[in-house]
């Protein structure tokens, strides 16, 4: 474990640094205990794979202050029951014009373009917690073969929909935005909505599995998805 | 239903947004903190003609809007620079009356990247999580989501506190613009970069490039490379991050900055220099230097206190 200041007014906490569901556990348990404190002091929690950031007011409170705040927190909280009833499908279109990096992809894991698609559309995977960026779900569970690094610029747009892949995780970007994940197709649907309740499609804790699209589909769902608003 | 008092924009300006002092409490959603780019300006702003400090206000971004107001107001505008306008120069950091019927064209700002335009009363605009700010990224908040267009109408509140407020200039030059380095605290990586690289980062001058936004600002300079290699798993990052991805050119993480990320962070803006921040145009020249976070804190308490007593007598 490491506590660690990360600016003047925030402080992480890590619980180490491989995705488990058993380091999650202690994440999800932790960032809900100080979310009871409801300590005005306290301004945001920003909760990760396998670690808290706290951001707070450091005119009110000190590290030091928080971290007594928090050690009794972390030595009783008790594990999280992670699992929601959800099973959530995404349709995705791998298609070139919606993959940039797929070819470059393939070349890193040595599985032909057809093979990284397959695994991607293959897998089975876990919401782990929503971050960066209104509604991105960072999504655990990826194939080993397809862990490739980050780009080594990160785009400045990437297209809202666009489906990327970075280190042992895979995401979603909900909202056009910067982004240095390695893009290797699209879905159709709109990933959050700030008029619905909840605004975020995938919720922590939700299963996810995505569904191989044709351009033909990818262009009836994003009409639909029009349609609806 | 009863219309209240209206602004109608006639030019929007480069990028006029309406913005509070933020959102706070949704960064679990992804949701980032938001709010005036320069939070000293804004605040300013409200304080002389006499709003309540969040009340919603307009940003301006390098060149203002041309506004008519329907009715008589009191205005305040407030950034670095020492005047805006054309034709005639308008007033900085000081109340001012605009008669109704009066068309008000503030023009390109004269030094800083932002300026603030208060009006007594504040701007009526609803709340989106618990905040007016504009959030471009995901279009919520402010007008719709987006920046001023010609055509929009602007409702003027009551979120009114008490009088005007002068500035007492004496103590105003304590607070004004910040001319020096960028000063920045150690992050959660900064053993990432060899103690030379680290070095190097708070002597070698940066240039704040194009393509620069409130998300975060992209800068240009003699690559910084991690020394350790490695994909970090996303972690949550705060405000005024300095993060280096693999090409060595740092980004800052500012107001609408992305809540996690994977790139190993070297250093973190104090809270105290993030409206110097907000105030960097493109091309700019800039140098971080570091302190510690004793330094820092102090920084922000005597920062605090000299905006306290300008507004005191």
Redesign the interface.
């Known amino acids: 474990m490491r506590i660690?200041?990360?600016?003047?007014?925030?402080l992480?906490i890590?619980f180490g640094?491989?995705?488990s569901l058993e380091t999650h556990r202690r994440v999800v348990s932790l960032?809900h205990a100080v979310e009871r404190l409801r300590d005005r002091r306290i301004?945001?929690?920003?909760?990760?794979?396998?670690?808290?950031?706290i951001?707070f007011d450091?005119?009110h409170l000190?590290?030091e202050q928080l971290e007594s705040l928090v050690a009794p927190l972390i030595l009783q909280s008790l594990p999280s029951n992670l699992e929601s009833s959800g099973l959530i499908e995404i349709p995705v279109c791998y298609d070139r014009e919606f993959a940039p990096d797929l070819a470059a992809v393939a070349q890193h894991s040595l599985l032909t373009e057809e093979q990284v698609i397959a695994t991607h559309a293959g897998g089975d995977y876990f919401v782990y917690?929503?971050?960066?960026?209104?509604?991105?779900a960072?999504l655990g569970g990826l194939a080993g073969q397809l862990?490739v690094?980050?780009?080594?610029?990160?785009r400045?747009q990437v297209t809202a929909g666009s489906v990327g892949i970075?280190?042992?995780?895979t995401g979603i970007y909900?909202?056009?935005?910067?982004g240095?994940w390695q893009l290797i197709g699209r879905t159709p649907l709109r990933m959050?909505d700030?008029s619905t309740t909840p605004?975020?499609r995938l919720q922590p804790g939700d299963h996810v599995r995505f569904r191989r699209i044709d351009r033909g589909e990818f262009d009836r769902l994003a009409r639909q998805q029009e349609w609806g608003r | 239903m009863i219309r209240g008092p209206m602004i109608r924009v006639i030019k929007p300006g480069l990028l006029t947004t309406v913005q509070d002092l933020g959102r706070r409490g949704f960064a679990h959603l992804g949701v980032s903190p938001g709010g005036a780019a320069d939070s000293i300006s804004f605040r300013i702003a409200n304080l002389l003609v006499g709003n309540d400090l969040n009340a919603p206000a307009l940003e301006i971004t390098l060149l203002g809007p041309t506004l008519e107001f329907e009715v008589e107001a009191t205005i305040a505008l407030s950034g670095h620079g020492t005047s805006a306008s054309s034709p005639i120069s308008l007033p900085m950091t000081e109340a001012f009356e605009v008669a109704a019927g009066t068309i008000l064209a503030v023009g390109p700002l004269s030094a800083g990247a932002r300026a603030y335009l208060a009006i007594r009363g504040g701007l009526v605009i609803p709340e989106m999580m618990h905040s007016s700010s504009t959030f471009l990224p995901v279009k919520i908040g402010g007008l719709q989501g987006r920046a001023l267009q010609s055509g929009d109408e602007l409702m003027i509140g009551k979120r009114t506190q008490g009088s005007f407020r002068k500035l007492s200039p004496v103590v105003a030059a304590s607070l004004w613009p910040y001319q020096g380095p960028i000063r920045v605290t150690r992050s959660i990586q900064t053993d990432w970069f060899n103690h030379e690289t680290v070095e190097r980062f708070n002597r070698q001058p940066f240039t704040v490039t194009e393509q620069s936004n409130r998300s975060g600002l992209r800068l240009a300079g003699e690559p910084i490379l991690a020394s350790h290699r490695g994909e970090l798993l996303s972690e949550g990052v705060a405000l005024g991050a300095v993060q280096v991805p693999p090409n060595g050119q740092p980004i800052i993480l500012f107001v609408d900055q992305q809540t996690t990320g994977g790139y190993p962070k070297i250093a973190n803006v104090i809270a105290a220099d993030l409206p110097c921040v907000g105030q960097l145009r493109p091309r700019d020249e800039i140098r971080f230097q570091s302190v510690k976070i004793p330094e820092a804190i102090e920084l922000l308490r005597q920062q605090e206190r000299a905006l306290h007593e300008a507004f005191a007598s």
């Open positions: 660690a200041p990360a600016s003047d007014s925030a992480f890590s640094d491989s995705i960032f301004r945001n929690l920003h909760p990760a794979y396998t670690s808290l950031l951001d450091p005119l000190t590290h917690f929503l971050g960066f960026s209104p509604g991105f960072y862990h690094p980050r780009l080594v610029t990160p400045k970075a280190g042992a995780q909900p909202n056009s935005s910067a240095g959050f700030a605004p975020s």
